[in-house]
């Protein structure tokens, strides 16, 4: 559909819900936010900010590139350092225009779901009716992040978040309908594709007349995504592949046009002249025949959503729909997952926000023993720990789209964590929703259970809670490890670099003998927050001294490596540095893994209710006492968590007899085909 064309349709659809004028020139070219007030900060420091956001856009973008790297948090907690760069100030990336532009979408975008979209009906007839699909591409919401010179609405990560949270205050079958489309589906084009693609496709992908899959998983492949068996054979000619293979699975797979496909291709490697197997990435359009799939899948939740198998058989796709490098399809498939991940925390965070209303007006109703159930210190709790869980869950995910915004590359760590903690968090909040509801909870008429059926799936697509903390702790140990690689190097020349060895060893003798390495998060958080920041403080310093003290003891063990002939030789350091090409995660030491993941996890959170309630309390919101409460009861939960699990690793024999025990009572399972042991009666 044309732009123009695209455009006043959104208009007329915004005006006609009162949502205001039309003004799709207002993010042409996404303008650089304005210069962002630091609190706590010198008017120096402040003038030096304001100075730097104001260079010429080419040299601002050298800069934000050299420094990306290192900005980090959760890399950093890591390595035992407080890198506060994204996370302090709570970031405010969104300029007046952006604001003024997001506020105009917003009230359309509720009373349409509000008063047009079924979630019920829905979920009853198993696909989103089509009044709700017609609604949504008048409005513009299959083209979210699509530049506006494409037809689509061009909001940046925050805007498009804000957005997404509203979606899933509503319907998640209509989310995921969405967000396989633009998240994932066609995400790809926007990130990799070149300009004759992006713009081929994006204008009817935007407008909703042609919808997005993303095909990935395979029968054979689902956390392995290194182990894909379709193929995707090159022409003598060069001028088209022949892809074979099928997928599973496939959110929209039964209704998509436009596929984002990955499969296996030969490469020759220029140096050896071997040829391997590789994954690459491509844009496979339904129209080029060979392209079917199966029926709908039956699936315990997000009944809306349309997820099938596809199947690609002896399809011919050109060469000039490679997206990406020849080979360089898991990079590929690893940054759309990695992009997409805020969307599910800022969905998610709408979820329960929600859900913890109708737990609300249940207690606030409801009486039982002569008095209004919300008086119950039981269900008082509840209702507390669903806010401080929500809380959490939105601050993450306004933070992650922040750092995304401004322009940071090194956020996986951290939108691995928002994916973690956010679908852990709906799942809490809306299971004790039902508990506070009582009988009423599970009944069908009150909606909650049809939202816990569609919560269930997102701990395991998009990548599983499991598989997601064995990549935060992996990742970062693998930053941390780099560090020690520095020092080993270091200590071959400890004259030359006396001043790094010292300064090194000093932090960690001073962190092992429990006197703390000099961190602070004083004239950062507010200094109402300043005893939940010595929290995070001491919590940080207990968990890098565990990473620190299982990586030298575990070395290699941390990782275990692919079986990828030859193998390089062994790493002299105190861990081998390089992961493997395609990451594993067969390790020795998984159970450790998971509980250091638990520990970044709550250390991140901490960080990130922090800075947000430090702006509130500095700017004086109207709930910037409630938000302390809520930031105070995270801290002092997770610190206490914290302290207790590093502990536990760190000198408690009995871990060790744990892990042994989870082992061999698994193996016995697996040996008896399930439980092992015998009824109490005997038979």
């Known amino acids: 559909m044309p732009t123009a064309k695209m455009a006043s349709g959104v208009g007329r659809q915004l005006l006609r819900l009162g ?58 907690m890591f390595k035992g350092q407080l890198t506060t760069d994204q996370v302090f100030p709570y970031p405010s990336v969104l300029n007046e225009e952006q604001t003024q532009f997001l506020k105009e979408l917003v009230g359309p975008m509720s009373r349409f779901f509000e008063e047009v979209n079924d979630p019920a009906k829905n979920d009853a007839l198993e696909q989103v009716e089509e009044t ?80 997005a899959a993303f095909c990935l998983t395979e029968p054979a492949s689902g956390s392995d995504a290194a182990s894909i068996r379709s193929s995707a054979v090159p022409s003598p000619c060069g001028s088209y592949y022949t892809l074979n293979g099928s997928k599973i699975w496939i959110s929209n797979g039964g209704l998509a046009d436009i596929f984002t496909v990955f499969a296996k291709t030969p490469v020759k490697d220029a140096s050896t002249g071997t040829t391997k197997e590789k994954i690459t990435a491509f844009v496979v359009e339904r129209s080029f025949g060979g392209v079917t799939h199966g029926p709908p899948e039956k699936k315990m939740g997000i009944k809306a959503s349309n997820t099938a198998e596809v199947y690609f058989d002896g399809v011919r796709v050109p060469s000039e729909n490679v997206l990406g490098e020849v080979g360089g399809g898991f990079k590929v498939a690893m940054h759309i997952l990695n992009n997409g991940r805020f969307g599910m925390a800022a969905a998610l965070a ?88 009582g009988g009423m909870g599970f009944m069908k008429e009150a909606g909650v259970e049809r939202v816990l059926r569609d919560l269930r799936i997102f701990r395991i697509f998009e990548g599983t809670s499991d598989i997601l903390r064995l990549f935060v702790a992996l990742q970062g140990c693998m930053d941390k490890g780099k560090e020690l690689s520095g020092l080993g190097n270091a200590l071959k020349n400890p004259f030359g670099n006396a001043g790094l060895l010292l300064g090194e060893a000093g932090k960690q003798l001073r962190r092992r003998a429990g006197l703390g390495s000099g961190l602070s998060l004083s004239g950062v958080v507010h200094p109402e927050l300043s005893r939940s920041g010595e929290l995070a403080v001491q919590a940080l310093e207990q968990f890098a001294t565990v990473v620190e003290t299982k990586l030298i003891k575990h070395k290699k063990g941390i990782v275990s490596e692919c079986a990828l002939p030859p193998p390089p030789p062994p790493s002299t350091l105190p861990l081998r540095l390089t992961p493997p090409p395609h990451p594993i995660y067969l390790t020795d030491e998984q159970f450790l893994l998971q509980r250091l993941a638990d520990g970044a996890i709550d250390l991140y959170a901490m960080v990130v209710v922090l800075s947000r309630a430090s702006r509130s309390l500095s700017e004086g919101h109207p709930t910037a006492q409630h938000e302390k409460m809520l930031c105070d009861s995270w801290c002092i939960e997770a610190a206490a968590r914290i302290r207790e699990s590093m502990a536990a690793l760190q000198s408690d024999p009995q871990q060790q007899e744990l892990f042994r025990n989870f082992k061999s009572i698994s193996q016995a399972l697996v040996e008896q085909g399930g439980v092992a042991t015998r009824n109490p009666l005997g038979f």
């Open 132 to 211: 709700t699909l017609k609604g949504l591409k008048e409005l513009g919401a299959f083209g979210l992040q699509v530049p506006s010179e494409l037809g689509g609405v061009g909001l940046c990560n925050t805007q498009y978040a804000r957005l997404v949270e509203i979606v899933g205050m509503h319907d998640l079958g209509v989310g995921i309908t969405l967000g396989a489309h633009q998240s994932i589906g066609f995400k790809g084009i926007l990130l990799f594709g070149t300009k004759a693609q992006k713009e081929k496709y994006l204008p009817k992908l935007a407008s909703g007349e042609t919808l």
């Open 350 to 437: 709408g979820t329960m926000k929600a859900i913890i209303a109708k737990a609300v007006n249940h207690a606030t109703n409801r009486t039982q023993f002569g008095e209004k159930i919300h008086n119950f210190g039981v269900i008082q709790e509840k209702l507390a720990r669903m806010a401080v869980l929500q809380y959490v869950t939105e601050s993450m995910a306004y933070m992650v789209s922040a750092n995304m915004d401004q322009g940071s590359k090194d956020f996986q760590i951290e939108a691995a964590i928002s994916k973690i903690f956010s679908s852990e968090a709906a799942w809490k909040v809306t299971d004790e929703c039902i508990q506070v509801m």
């Open 19 to 76: 949502g205001g004028s039309w003004r799709p020139n207002v993010l042409l070219g996404q303008p650089r936010p304005g210069p962002t007030h630091r609190a706590y900060v010198s008017g120096a420091a402040q003038a030096a900010v304001d100075k730097s956001e104001s260079l010429s856009s080419d040299a601002s973008a050298k800069e934000s590139q050299a420094k990306a790297e290192s900005k980090s948090f959760a890399a950093g």
